[in-house]
């Protein structure tokens, strides 16, 4: 069937091209839907066909299945950039007939796999130290670092086989798998160790090439003449003849791969092939030592064993002709050729003994050298099994005629030495873009590779060799049918092997760059038009000249050891993760896997790290640490599925499950927040400085959920819930508060916001305090429903047992920019609230913006109550808190309700009484809120004594000529005479002039009455007195305000009790009345409302 589309359905498909964002850094190429590019062949297809119409609509996003099939079939995992190069090239000069067009890869598991394992895995270390660690470390000792490192590495191969089984993997390797399994910040990590560990092999492979050359090729090309220096002299000459030549080889090595990477992947083969010549050479020549042992002589002195250089015939003296002549053995030791000489008294007590150094398998050396041999540097190898006479008193003398210890000899040291020998094993993942196969290739050629070897190893360990003896590479003289079958395979084994290591580090470290997660490392994505990264290439050969300054095969060998073993242990770590988390796209076409196994191999490349050299593993992990926070924190962020999102979900699922075993333990309280904001029009927070202060509050520690509400439909109105979304999630990100938003959308405010009450959270990590911001024009009529809504949610935290903060005047409110040097938090503890008064400011001063302000606690005392005891308490309560903060205990005497108090409480109940009952125009009602405004002043002001006058006249007469309308909204007529004076007992309780009111009858156990009287003429329209529950109330009030006022005013911030909110909803606007006037004149007021229970403790 063939696809087609009209011009609005067009297929979203990517077909092996590599998607470029618009920071310049190259995403993944993907054959699936909802790929961000497509080619013009598809974009052009139009869908006309009849038999889909049914999902026409969805075209877009789901295209159709033949297409994507054929978009999977024509996937193409080359490297990046190389396909766009050779289109481009075919482009400029045309349809030439001698360009051919882009091959698909066609190596297959012998060539692209098995045979570069071989050739990295049998390298430098083989030919140069194998034979020197068996010697020192015995058979046994030998075989148990072989056994360790081979199994090492089977483990980590078995678990690299189930990763790369586990979908496709393009070009990219270990660091591909490493990162799409655990992140991208292990990700980046380990990728910058193993491009570390590549480069230091690189260096490694240099240097062995430079010893093989200057000692048993050409030694008379080095610069620094070896011959006739001795001890730390000699060693010096070597290392710097190493530094030399290993620079100018890496520089030859640079600029060959800079050429082309063709030239290095046809001299790959003449390597490889040298290497198995090398290898079959020597199983030739051991099968043949066993038949007829080579001669290969060692001179001992003793149990001593003697350089080469220092005799030309092992003997003392000989006879020629019948005369007794000395030998260049005797002047070696003795002042003079004379058989009268006087000589070294080790020399003269004891023999010349001349052994075979290879004496055959048959001889029975395997039980002779069976455990290890360890030398400390400068020590004389001795023959054991052979005695001498020696004076443990005389001092050692030519110590330079005895073969010594040129590095002091330890188990670890070994390990660390030899581990590079078996690394290697992902030389065929590391080819992943140019294999046919992957999936199939990489699990089959590397354990294939990894058998061969460790069977090779363990092997070359039952035999005990020397590292050289005579100028001769003893493996060499061992081989058959010649010794420079080995030493020329081994020069250009090293030589393959550093090529390939310069070949790959630098594609590995484009790799990364151009992953975008490392931002300093962008730079070196770029490279050449065709891909060939050249700055990553500069770079890794400045790296590898530090190992070559370095200088020793036996120094730089550890270090990468380490590099290479914590990028093994990642891989293990990987393949653990995906198998116990269980993740639905775990299914690798590998089954011979399993989480025990790869356990085990994490934790031998763990001890193997410790074991080798703690100090390099300390270095190794402190330089993955520091790399791993700065992709935490600076890289850019990346989903790519990883298992530790997994983990994270999984430990979510198993922390909330134990949170739901019930409610925290005091000592753990903390303010679980639940901030509530509104936002304008436009989606912005109109509230900024609540989430300032929740920062402040919370330190970063806690939940924290920012919620809003959107009015509307949720088909209608989810795109502004989006974006509102996103405005708190940037307000949060820039006042650095962690936590989650939450946007709800509702039919109305009041709903949305109870919404967000009852389900913030999820199971047992949900909010326990709720956060709100007072209604600051609650008393204009068009914002009536603000302060309506505010009640209800004081209402619902009551019901919830949440605990309630409410800061008001939150504009000013200090950013966390600003610092208060000096300064008090007050704090009005005038009920129990379960200890949150106490909290709070201990809270806050743990932030830099409060830090510098000192605590001070406020409590009230009644006339029954001792102040002085009530004080020494408290003192003892904090102490025991241990919260520093300074006590005073204020005394509130009973006093009488001043006319003031009585006339503003009368005010308040006849504007929140007759307003309700009145349906009057915006204009009618301004108009009759003036009139009423006018009249009640002078009314006011005629019962006001003067004492009262003086004592209000700056608090709250500043208050009423700027808000008029905070006194009075209730309807007077022109003619409306003085209120009844509190004092009069009997004073009328009905109205006059036709309105209705209501009344609180509690002393008759009915609810409220509406009063109503007929208006009669001349006399009073509201002739009646206030609530004597109101009364108290805002008498209470009007007292605490007038303390809080007294004791701070000048505080950076006072937190004091919020009352309970009225039961009765006819009492609203009363209650709001209440607050302003408990708050009047305090600049920063954090009303708190306990939840119920105790949120600190005396107890540890």
């Given at each position: 069937?063939?696809?087609?589309?009209?011009?609005?359905?067009?297929?979203?498909?990517?077909?092996?091209?590599?998607?470029?964002?618009?920071?310049?850094?190259?995403?993944?190429?993907?054959?699936?839907?909802?790929?961000?590019?497509?080619?013009?062949?598809?974009?052009?297809?139009?869908?006309?066909?009849?038999?889909?119409?049914?999902?026409?609509?969805?075209?877009?996003?789901?295209?159709?299945?033949?297409?994507?099939?054929?978009?999977?079939?024509?996937?193409?995992?080359?490297?990046?950039?190389?396909?766009?190069?050779?289109?481009?090239?075919?482009?400029?000069?045309?349809?030439?007939?001698?360009?051919?067009?882009?091959?698909?890869?066609?190596?297959?598991?012998?060539?692209?796999?098995?045979?570069?394992?071989?050739?990295?895995?049998?390298?430098?270390?083989?030919?140069?130290?194998?034979?020197?660690?068996?010697?020192?470390?015995?058979?046994?000792?030998?075989?148990?670092?072989?056994?360790?490192?081979?199994?090492?590495?089977?483990?980590?191969?078995?678990?690299?086989?189930?990763?790369?089984?586990?979908?496709?993997?393009?070009?990219?390797?270990?660091?591909?798998?490493?990162?799409?399994?655990?992140?991208?910040?292990?990700?980046?990590?380990?990728?910058?160790?193993?491009?570390?560990?590549?480069?230091?092999?690189?260096?490694?492979?240099?240097?062995?090439?430079?010893?093989?050359?200057?000692?048993?090729?050409?030694?008379?090309?080095?610069?620094?003449?070896?011959?006739?220096?001795?001890?730390?002299?000699?060693?010096?000459?070597?290392?710097?003849?190493?530094?030399?030549?290993?620079?100018?080889?890496?520089?030859?090595?640079?600029?060959?791969?800079?050429?082309?990477?063709?030239?290095?992947?046809?001299?790959?083969?003449?390597?490889?092939?040298?290497?198995?010549?090398?290898?079959?050479?020597?199983?030739?020549?051991?099968?043949?030592?066993?038949?007829?042992?080579?001669?290969?002589?060692?001179?001992?002195?003793?149990?001593?064993?003697?350089?080469?250089?220092?005799?030309?015939?092992?003997?003392?003296?000989?006879?020629?002709?019948?005369?007794?002549?000395?030998?260049?053995?005797?002047?070696?030791?003795?002042?003079?050729?004379?058989?009268?000489?006087?000589?070294?008294?080790?020399?003269?007590?004891?023999?010349?003994?001349?052994?075979?150094?290879?004496?055959?398998?048959?001889?029975?050396?395997?039980?002779?050298?069976?455990?290890?041999?360890?030398?400390?540097?400068?020590?004389?190898?001795?023959?054991?099994?052979?005695?001498?006479?020696?004076?443990?008193?005389?001092?050692?003398?030519?110590?330079?005629?005895?073969?010594?210890?040129?590095?002091?000899?330890?188990?670890?040291?070994?390990?660390?030495?030899?581990?590079?020998?078996?690394?290697?094993?992902?030389?065929?993942?590391?080819?992943?873009?140019?294999?046919?196969?992957?999936?199939?290739?990489?699990?089959?050629?590397?354990?294939?590779?990894?058998?061969?070897?460790?069977?090779?190893?363990?092997?070359?360990?039952?035999?005990?060799?020397?590292?050289?003896?005579?100028?001769?590479?003893?493996?060499?003289?061992?081989?058959?049918?010649?010794?420079?079958?080995?030493?020329?395979?081994?020069?250009?084994?090293?030589?393959?092997?550093?090529?390939?290591?310069?070949?790959?580090?630098?594609?590995?470290?484009?790799?990364?760059?151009?992953?975008?997660?490392?931002?300093?490392?962008?730079?070196?994505?770029?490279?050449?038009?065709?891909?060939?990264?050249?700055?990553?290439?500069?770079?890794?050969?400045?790296?590898?000249?530090?190992?070559?300054?370095?200088?020793?095969?036996?120094?730089?060998?550890?270090?990468?050891?380490?590099?290479?073993?914590?990028?093994?242990?990642?891989?293990?770590?990987?393949?653990?993760?995906?198998?116990?988390?269980?993740?639905?796209?775990?299914?690798?076409?590998?089954?011979?896997?399993?989480?025990?196994?790869?356990?085990?191999?994490?934790?031998?490349?763990?001890?193997?790290?410790?074991?080798?050299?703690?100090?390099?593993?300390?270095?190794?992990?402190?330089?993955?640490?520091?790399?791993?926070?700065?992709?935490?924190?600076?890289?850019?962020?990346?989903?790519?599925?990883?298992?530790?999102?997994?983990?994270?979900?999984?430990?979510?699922?198993?922390?909330?499950?134990?949170?739901?075993?019930?409610?925290?333990?005091?000592?753990?309280w903390r303010p679980q927040i639940l901030v509530l904001v509104s936002v304008d029009s436009e989606q912005n927070v109109e509230q900024p400085r609540l989430i300032s202060l929740t920062n402040q509050l919370k330190a970063g520690k806690g939940l924290t959920i920012v919620g809003t509400s959107v009015q509307g439909t949720f088909l209608d109105n989810y795109t502004e819930a989006q974006r509102?979304?996103?405005?708190?999630?940037?307000?949060?990100?820039?006042?650095?508060?962690?936590?989650?938003?939450?946007?709800?959308?509702?039919?109305?405010?009041?709903?949305?916001?109870?919404?967000?009450?009852?389900?913030?959270?999820?199971?047992?990590?949900?909010?326990?305090?709720?956060?709100?911001?007072?209604?600051?024009?609650?008393?204009?009529?068009?914002?009536?429903?603000?302060?309506?809504?505010?009640?209800?949610?004081?209402?619902?935290?009551?019901?919830?047992?949440?605990?309630?903060?409410?800061?008001?005047?939150?504009?000013?409110?200090?950013?966390?920019?600003?610092?208060?040097?000096?300064?008090?938090?007050?704090?009005?503890?005038?009920?129990?609230?379960?200890?949150?008064?106490?909290?709070?400011?201990?809270?806050?001063?743990?932030?830099?913006?409060?830090?510098?302000?000192?605590?001070?606690?406020?409590?009230?005392?009644?006339?029954?109550?001792?102040?002085?005891?009530?004080?020494?308490?408290?003192?003892?309560?904090?102490?025991?808190?241990?919260?520093?903060?300074?006590?005073?205990?204020?005394?509130?005497?009973?006093?009488?309700?001043?006319?003031?108090?009585?006339?503003?409480?009368?005010?308040?109940?006849?504007?929140?009484?007759?307003?309700?009952?009145?349906?009057?125009?915006?204009?009618?009602?301004?108009?009759?809120?003036?009139?009423?405004?006018?009249?009640?002043?002078?009314?006011?002001?005629?019962?006001?004594?003067?004492?009262?006058?003086?004592?209000?006249?700056?608090?709250?007469?500043?208050?009423?000529?700027?808000?008029?309308?905070?006194?009075?909204?209730?309807?007077?007529?022109?003619?409306?005479?003085?209120?009844?004076?509190?004092?009069?007992?009997?004073?009328?309780?009905?109205?006059?002039?036709?309105?209705?009111?209501?009344?609180?009858?509690?002393?008759?156990?009915?609810?409220?009455?509406?009063?109503?009287?007929?208006?009669?003429?001349?006399?009073?329209?509201?002739?009646?007195?206030?609530?004597?529950?109101?009364?108290?109330?805002?008498?209470?009030?009007?007292?605490?305000?007038?303390?809080?006022?007294?004791?701070?005013?000048?505080?950076?911030?006072?937190?004091?009790?919020?009352?309970?909110?009225?039961?009765?909803?006819?009492?609203?606007?009363?209650?709001?009345?209440?607050?302003?006037?408990?708050?009047?004149?305090?600049?920063?007021?954090?009303?708190?409302?306990?939840?119920?229970?105790?949120?600190?403790?005396?107890?540890?």
């Open positions: 069937m063939s696809v087609c589309s009209c011009e609005r359905q067009r297929l979203n498909l990517l077909i092996g091209v590599s998607i470029v964002s618009g920071d310049g850094i190259p995403k993944e190429s993907s054959p699936f839907i909802n790929s961000s590019a497509a080619s013009d062949a598809e974009k052009s297809q139009q869908y006309d066909g009849k038999n889909m119409a049914l999902f026409e609509e969805e075209m877009d996003t789901s295209p159709m299945v033949s297409s994507l099939l054929s978009s999977l079939a024509n996937y193409s995992n080359l490297p990046t950039g190389s396909k766009e190069h050779e289109e481009a090239e075919n482009i400029e000069e045309g349809a030439r007939p001698s360009k051919k067009p882009v091959k698909a890869p066609q190596l297959g598991t012998l060539m692209g796999v098995y045979l570069p394992c071989i050739q990295n895995i049998f390298g430098v270390i083989l030919f140069l130290r194998m034979t020197w660690m068996v010697g020192i470390g015995g058979v046994f000792g030998s075989f148990i670092i072989v056994f360790m490192c081979c199994s090492t590495t089977m483990l980590t191969a078995i678990s690299m086989s189930a990763i790369a089984t586990n979908g496709v993997v393009p070009a990219g390797g270990s660091y591909y798998m490493i990162s799409r399994s655990l992140g991208p910040e292990f990700g980046g990590a380990v990728g910058i160790c193993f491009y570390l560990g590549t480069t230091f092999a690189g260096a490694m492979y240099i240097l062995g090439c430079i010893e093989i050359l200057l000692i048993y090729i050409i030694p008379q090309a080095a610069i620094f003449k070896i011959e006739g220096l001795e001890g730390p002299e000699a060693e010096l000459a070597l290392l710097n003849n190493m530094r030399v030549y290993g620079t100018l080889v890496l520089s030859l090595m640079a600029l060959v791969v800079f050429v082309g990477v063709k030239y290095v992947n046809k001299l790959a083969l003449l390597f490889l092939a040298c290497v198995i010549l090398s290898i079959l050479a020597v199983y030739a020549g051991v099968i043949k030592t066993a038949i007829d042992p080579p001669v290969f002589p060692v001179c001992l002195l003793g149990n001593r064993t003697l350089v080469s250089k220092g005799y030309d015939i092992c003997a003392k003296v000989i006879e020629i002709d019948n005369e007794t002549i000395t030998t260049k053995l005797w002047r070696s030791f003795c002042d003079s050729e004379y058989l009268n000489a006087t000589c070294d008294e080790y020399f003269t007590n004891n023999n010349i003994t001349e052994i075979q150094g290879i004496p055959g398998v048959t001889s029975g050396i395997l039980a002779e050298n069976l455990f290890g041999n360890y030398l400390e540097k400068g020590m004389i190898l001795e023959k054991r099994g052979l005695s001498s006479d020696v004076d443990p008193d005389s001092p050692t003398t030519s110590s330079n005629r005895y073969v010594l210890a040129d590095i002091t000899s330890f188990f670890t040291l070994l390990v660390g030495i030899y581990f590079p020998s078996v690394t290697g094993i992902m030389a065929g993942s590391n080819r992943s873009g140019d294999l046919r196969d992957a999936q199939k290739s990489i699990p089959i050629g590397t354990i294939a590779a990894i058998t061969t070897t460790s069977t090779y190893f363990v092997f070359t360990s039952l035999y005990r060799f020397g590292e050289g003896v005579n100028g001769n590479l003893v493996i060499g003289t061992l081989a058959w049918p010649s010794p420079w079958v080995i030493v020329f395979g081994s020069f250009f084994s090293t030589c393959g092997a550093g090529l390939q290591s310069l070949t790959g580090a630098p594609r590995l470290l484009q790799a990364i760059s151009r992953d975008g997660i490392i931002p300093f490392l962008r730079v070196f994505g770029h490279g050449k038009a065709n891909g060939e990264p050249t700055w990553a290439l500069l770079l890794t050969a400045c790296i590898c000249e530090i190992g070559i300054i370095i200088a020793s095969l036996d120094l730089v060998a550890p270090i990468l050891s380490m590099f290479f073993l914590m990028c093994y242990m990642f891989v293990n770590l990987a393949c653990a993760l995906q198998t116990l988390l269980r993740t639905p796209n775990w299914r690798p076409r590998f089954k011979f896997y399993h989480w025990a196994l790869s356990f085990l191999g994490m934790s031998l490349c763990l001890s193997l790290m410790f074991i080798c050299s703690w100090y390099y593993a300390i270095i190794a992990m402190g330089i993955a640490t520091c790399i791993y926070k700065y992709i935490e924190f600076c890289g850019a962020e990346k989903e790519w599925g990883d298992g530790i999102r997994g983990i994270s979900l999984s430990a979510a699922r198993f922390a909330l499950m134990r949170l739901e075993e019930g409610p925290p333990h005091t000592k753990n509102a979304d996103q405005s708190l999630r940037k307000l949060m990100e820039t006042e650095k508060v962690k936590g989650f938003s939450q946007v709800v959308i509702s039919s109305n405010l009041r709903d949305g916001t109870s919404h967000l009450i009852q389900v913030g959270g999820l199971g047992g990590l949900k909010h326990n305090t709720v956060m709100v911001s007072w209604p600051r024009n609650w008393k204009q009529p068009e914002y009536h429903h603000q302060f309506r809504n505010f009640i209800e949610v004081v209402r619902e935290t009551t019901v919830a047992s949440l605990a309630l903060l409410v800061p008001k005047n939150i504009s000013s409110y200090p950013s966390n920019g600003e610092r208060f040097t000096e300064g008090h938090i007050d704090v009005w503890w005038i009920v129990h609230d379960g200890g949150m008064l106490m909290l709070l400011p201990f809270l806050l001063r743990q932030h830099k913006v409060w830090r510098k302000c000192k605590m001070r606690i406020f409590t009230v005392a009644q006339m029954d109550d001792n102040s002085i005891q009530m004080k020494k308490d408290l003192i003892t309560f904090l102490y025991h808190l241990r919260i520093d903060a300074a006590v005073e205990v204020v005394e509130m005497h009973d006093g009488d309700i001043s006319a003031y108090t009585y006339e503003k409480t009368l005010v308040m109940e006849q504007r929140s009484q007759i307003l309700k009952q009145m349906h009057l125009t915006k204009n009618e009602m301004e108009r009759e809120i003036q009139s009423i405004t006018d009249s009640s002043r002078g009314s006011i002001r005629r019962k006001n004594p003067s004492a009262m006058r003086s004592q209000h006249s700056t608090e709250e007469g500043a208050s009423l000529a700027e808000k008029p309308e905070d006194e009075v909204q209730l309807i007077h007529t022109k003619n409306a005479s003085t209120p009844t004076s509190p004092t009069s007992p009997t004073s009328p309780a009905g109205p006059a002039g036709g309105a209705a009111t209501w009344t609180d009858n509690k002393g008759a156990g009915k609810g409220p009455t509406l009063l109503s009287a007929n208006p009669e003429p001349g006399r009073d329209h509201f002739n009646m007195k206030p609530n004597q529950t109101d009364l108290r109330r805002m008498h209470t009030a009007m007292r605490l305000n007038e303390v809080i006022t007294k004791k701070s005013k000048e505080a950076k911030l006072v937190l004091l009790n919020m009352p309970g909110p009225p039961k009765n909803r006819m009492g609203n606007e009363n209650y709001m009345e209440f607050l302003e006037v408990l708050t009047e004149g305090l600049n920063r007021v954090l009303l708190v409302r306990g939840g119920g229970r105790e949120v600190i403790t005396i107890y540890s």
